[in-house]
Nanobody, 128 residues
Framework: VQLQASGGGLVPAGGSLRLSCVFSGFTSDDYVIGWFRQAPGKEREGVSCFSSSDASTYYADSAKGRFTISTDNAKNTVYLQMNSLKPEDTAVYFC??????????????????????WGKGTEVTVSS
């Protein structure tokens, strides 16, 4: 499996960006793709998770209501539409071939397996 994220850039606070994750190599039509981000000096954080088997979408609390994950199977692409961007959204964004959803005090998106593949990230900078 290979993945490549793109679409990052510099936007002002309140602006929007759409990230793309082009994937290949899944052996079936069922796949799970997650979006993660890592800000400078911080741990990697899960943002959103998509499961193609039932088109389920999941969002971390930090993304809920502002970000939307979607897919275009004809283009082998998963998108992350990010609206109402905040300076704290500044990070390098990655897509991965797996994710899991953890619900306790809130909703977290986490890495699923050490065998999951990661694409190169795309940098998002939100200016204040």
């Amino acid at each position: 499996v290979q993945l490549q994220a793109s679409g990052g850039g510099l936007v002002p606070a309140g602006g929007s960006l759409r990230l793309s994750c082009v994937f290949s190599g899944f052996t079936s039509d069922d796949y799970v793709i997650g979006w993660f981000r890592q800000a400078p000096g911080k741990e990697r954080e899960g943002v959103s998770c998509f499961s193609s088997s039932d088109a389920s979408t999941y969002y971390a609390d930090s993304a809920k209501g502002r970000f939307t994950i979607s897919t275009d199977n004809a283009k082998n692409t998963v998108y992350l539409q990010m609206n109402s961007l905040k300076p704290e959204d500044t990070a390098v964004y990655f897509c991965a071939s797996g994710c899991k959803v953890v619900v306790d005090a809130g909703v977290r998106i986490e890495n699923r397996s050490a065998q999951d593949k990661w694409g190169k990230g795309t940098e998002v900078t939100v200016s204040s």
